[in-house]
């Protein structure tokens, strides 16, 4: 994009490495702005060339970028429409044997309570890519959720992300299973199985949190009847609180939320800390099964 348009450029907290800069730092040095370990610093410097005309891309750890730089987010960005695309890498559980400071597990119910901020969460390599093409064309504040935990891609190679949009990854009529990230591949995996019993799971991809396609969502709980959602966050606040919201003031649906309880996560890896909260295709599964014994 930076090759395509002289307005791009990048902003970071000494995360050269981590947010993967490195080939721009070098090939678009004047573009590039290291302000150190000064996370607050980081978004209004973002703001500032916002203001100047040029397209900032402000990178660093989801856990530090949120958590540190709430204010500026909210008043720098949200408050003042600035044209700045947020990165919050490794997020979720990411770093999992750096400890509960270095969790991201509560961005996304931060985030998308600031008025004008878009939030986005790709599920695989090609919606990230997508999303950030989209970014670019976007004018306003957007924060992606941009994640390190391997996953296997879940859409076609012409897949192309669009804001306010939950496509359908799965059909069926039983139940919905409403995911982002990397819990994506994890409902489709569930999915599969439930197939497998004679139960029909339609799998929402609900990597735009907000603004959130409130149509696909009613239409889900109308016609499954059951919703579960699955997000590698908070279970409070997050995608699922986001659903609940919808559904008690428009379609009062059974439903179930999944996610990491109002709890600090221990340390771990990501893989352990998954597993520990029950983040896998196998508990989603059950999940489901409960829900319709339920009913």
């Known amino acids: 994009m930076a090759s395509e348009n002289p307005n791009v450029c990048a902003v970071v907290n000494d995360s050269v490495s981590s947010t993967k800069l490195k080939n721009f730092q070098s090939k678009y040095p004047e573009r590039f702005v290291n302000v150190g370990i000064a996370e607050q610093n980081m978004v209004g410097v973002g703001a500032g060339l916002a203001n100047g005309g040029m397209l900032p891309y402000v ?41 509960p400071t270095h969790h991201s597990i509560e961005d996304i119910a931060w985030t998308r309570i600031i008025p004008n901020l878009a939030v986005v969460v790709p599920a695989d390599s090609l919606e990230t890519a997508s999303a950030m093409r989209y970014s670019l064309l976007h004018v ?35 139940v919905a299973i409403l995911a982002n990230g990397l819990m994506v591949e994890r409902a489709l995996d569930a999915a599969h199985d439930l197939a497998a019993q004679g139960i029909g799971a339609r799998v929402l991809n609900m990597s735009s949190v907000k603004p959130m396609d409130e149509e696909a969502v009613l239409a889900a709980a109308r016609e499954t009847r059951r919703i579960v959602t699955v997000e590698e966050g908070l279970a409070a606040g997050g995608l699922g609180g986001a659903v609940a919201e919808l559904l008690a003031l428009q379609q009062p649906t059974p439903m179930r939320i ?28 059950r999940t489901v099964l409960e829900l319709i014994q339920q009913r």
């Open 59 to 99: 990178c660093g750890a989801s856990c530090f970028l949120t958590a540190r730089a709430m204010e500026q987010v909210k008043v720098d960005l949200g408050y003042s429409k600035s044209n700045v695309k947020l990165c919050g890498m490794s997020s979720g559980m990411a770093y999992g044997e750096l400890g």
């Open 140 to 174: 306003g504040p957007m924060f992606l959720r941009i994640s390190r935990v391997p996953v296997r891609n879940v859409h076609a190679d012409d897949y192309a992300f669009t804001l306010g949009k939950a496509p359908v990854l799965h059909p069926g009529n039983d």
């Open 258 to 285: 999944m996610g990491v309880p109002g709890v600090f996560a221990p340390t771990g890896s990501a893989g352990f800390l998954l597993e520990h909260f029950g983040l896998t295709s196998a508990n989603i599964q």
